[in-house]
């Protein structure tokens, strides 16, 4: 979590922990000025990219837990839509160029200020020169992907259940969270 200021960054008073006029939420405020200070969750977008029946993976080569598989993915910057972020991340982490066909799931995770937004996607280029981010990149087969290396449980079981429906060829659109500690997918 990023720190939080102490001042007020327009009139530079001291910032106070309350529920602001008006508000319903415990946050650091400006008596001052009515300056607000709120902390909003991260959102994370990424694609999982199909390849010939194949599926894309990058391995980390950052702290949480480098050396671990994940979907492309990352944090979204200010003035990109979501779209934009997931192929951004795609290209960054994998060298993979790719085309979006259609949103697949959006999972929050509360306890770490997070919410992820999956797309499906096709590549439409791979030049084989990926970003510091990521030790390596494959497209696996779904037998041989490695289940027990992958990053985040709620990264699995979406490319889980988006395997399953490709063998059937239907697909849903998904919610979920983890506030329980368990995964929820609602069709």
Not at 37 to 54: F, L, Q, S
Not at 132 to 141: A, G, H, I, M, S
Not at 142 to 158: G, H, K, L, T
Request: hydrophobic share 35%.
């Amino acid at each position: 979590m990023p720190t939080a200021p102490r001042y007020c960054p327009h009139c530079t008073t001291e910032l106070a922990r309350g529920v602001p006029n008006g508000d319903t939420h415990e946050r650091l405020h400006c008596a001052g000025c009515g300056y607000i200070h709120y902390i909003n969750p991260k959102i994370i977008a990424g694609c999982i990219i199909e390849r010939d029946g194949k599926y894309l993976l990058c391995q980390r080569a950052i702290p949480p837990r480098p050396g671990t598989w994940t979907l492309p993915a990352g944090f979204m910057e200010a003035g990109e839509t979501t779209e934009q972020a997931a192929l951004r991340e795609v290209w960054e982490e994998s060298g993979v160029r790719a085309d979006i066909v259609s949103p697949y799931s959006i999972f929050s995770v509360p306890q770490i200020s997070e919410v992820y937004i999956i797309f499906r996607a096709v590549v439409t280029e791979e030049t084989g020169q990926y970003g510091p981010e990521t030790l390596d990149y494959r497209f696996f087969e779904p037998d041989q992907i490695p289940w027990d290396e992958i990053y985040y449980p709620a990264i699995r079981q979406i490319l889980e259940r988006y395997i399953l429906e490709r063998q059937a060829g239907v697909y849903g659109i998904y919610m979920g969270n983890d506030d329980t500690g368990k995964v929820h997918f609602i069709r």
